[in-house]
């Protein structure tokens, strides 16, 4: 039987009647874990450099002060994390796309395409892109460059905002990359 790959504050045990289950390894593990279950996000430990952008060869950077040249559009969402309700203001990644020729309304085997988001500390999603268009999903997903019209200090300068998830788990915290490549 194969077990998924488990956070690595758990260490998997299995008895002598064959059943398995999951032991902490030690008591402080688990108090550090919120009561919600949802860890709090890695702050960089550094500079965060610009957010790269790049499909098909091609590669554009943006900054807060590039990205602030272009229209912006204002989201509120539910921060599971906060629990409370927060107004981002940024640029809709649909927009950014666009202008290094990802497909704007794909077809067959451009809906192979997907993006795999990275932060400053490691942390990748992936959406497709279909997750992103405003033809396919109503949902906004946003590079966001402001929380309630301040620059996001903690958590930026640059964040994705995914609206339509019931959690942020999905929102990446002082992006610095974004590649648009097809499932192979």
């Known amino acids: 039987?194969?077990?998924?790959?488990?956070?690595?504050?758990?260490?998997?045990?299995?008895?002598?009647?064959?059943?398995?289950?999951l032991a902490l390894p030690n008591p402080q593990a688990q108090s550090a874990m919120p009561a919600d279950g949802m860890a709090k996000p890695a702050k960089p430990t550094g500079p965060v450099g610009p957010l790269r952008i790049s499909y098909n060869?091609?590669?554009e950077e943006w900054t807060v002060a590039t990205l602030a040249k272009l229209p912006h559009k204002?989201?509120?969402?539910?921060?599971?994390?906060?629990?409370?309700?927060?107004?981002y203001s940024g640029v809709p990644l649909a927009?950014?796309?666009?202008?290094?020729g990802v497909p704007n309304d794909p077809h067959g085997k451009d809906m192979r395409l997907y993006l795999a988001a990275e932060?400053?500390?490691?942390?990748?999603?992936?959406l497709s892109l279909a997750e992103v268009l405003p033809t396919f999903h109503p949902g906004d997903i946003l590079v966001a460059d402001?929380?309630?019209?301040?620059p996001i200090a903690e958590t930026g300068p640059l964040q994705l905002i995914v609206s339509e998830d019931k959690r942020p788990a999905r929102w990446v915290h002082s992006i610095?990359?974004?590649k648009v490549q097809p499932v192979e």
């Open 95 to 100: 927009d950014l796309l666009a202008r290094i």
């Open 57 to 59: 060869g091609r590669a």
């Open 1 to 21: 039987m194969r077990l998924p790959l488990l956070a690595p504050a758990f260490l998997i045990v299995t008895s002598l009647t064959g059943l398995t289950g």
């Open 146 to 150: 402001a929380l309630e019209s301040k």
């Open 74 to 87: 204002t989201i509120q969402v539910f921060n599971a994390h906060s629990k409370a309700n927060e107004n």
């Open 176 to 178: 610095v990359a974004i």
């Open 119 to 126: 932060g400053a500390d490691g942390y990748v999603v992936t």
